[in-house]
């Protein structure tokens, strides 16, 4: 029965996301407002987001990021290579490492 609560939670937490994505270009706080919800259902199913849904979502203010309107990604070489993304709203950043290669030596 519990495989069952969390199959329906992930159904709805796909449908809130594309609902979200659809939206934004008209109503981003509604779009926003569809994501928190959408959070709020994942914690209390207690399932992890999948990545790319994580990615795509401002932890600090809940919006959904898209790429040259309210975000800016940027990819770094300082110590490991990472992928750096900011948010435009509020100004928080997220970094994602960047793996090397299987077959690259290390150095």
């Given at each position: 029965?519990?495989?069952?609560?969390?199959?329906?939670?992930?159904?709805?937490?796909?449908?809130?996301?594309?609902?979200?994505?659809?939206?934004?270009?008209?109503?981003?706080?509604?779009?926003?407002?569809?994501?928190?919800?959408?959070?709020?259902?994942?914690?209390?199913?207690?399932i992890s987001l999948p990545t790319e849904?994580?990615?795509?979502?401002?932890?600090?203010?809940?919006?959904?990021?898209?790429?040259?309107?309210?975000?800016?990604?940027?990819?770094?070489?300082?110590?490991?290579?990472?992928?750096?993304?900011?948010?435009?709203?509020?100004?928080?950043?997220?970094?994602?490492?960047?793996?090397?290669?299987?077959?690259?030596?290390?150095?």
């Amino acid at each position: 029965m519990k495989s069952n609560t969390k199959q329906i939670a992930k159904q709805r937490l796909q449908i809130l996301f594309n609902q979200a994505k659809k939206v934004y270009s008209h109503n981003p706080q509604l779009s926003s407002r569809y994501i928190t919800t959408a959070r709020k259902i994942a914690m209390a199913a207690k399932i992890s987001l999948p990545t790319e849904i994580k990615r795509q979502i401002c932890k600090k203010c809940n919006t959904l990021l898209v790429q040259g309107d309210n975000c800016r990604v940027r990819i770094r070489q300082k110590r490991e290579p990472h992928v750096v993304i900011t948010c435009l709203n509020c100004g928080s950043k997220t970094r994602i490492p960047l793996k090397k290669k299987l077959g690259e030596k290390q150095t």
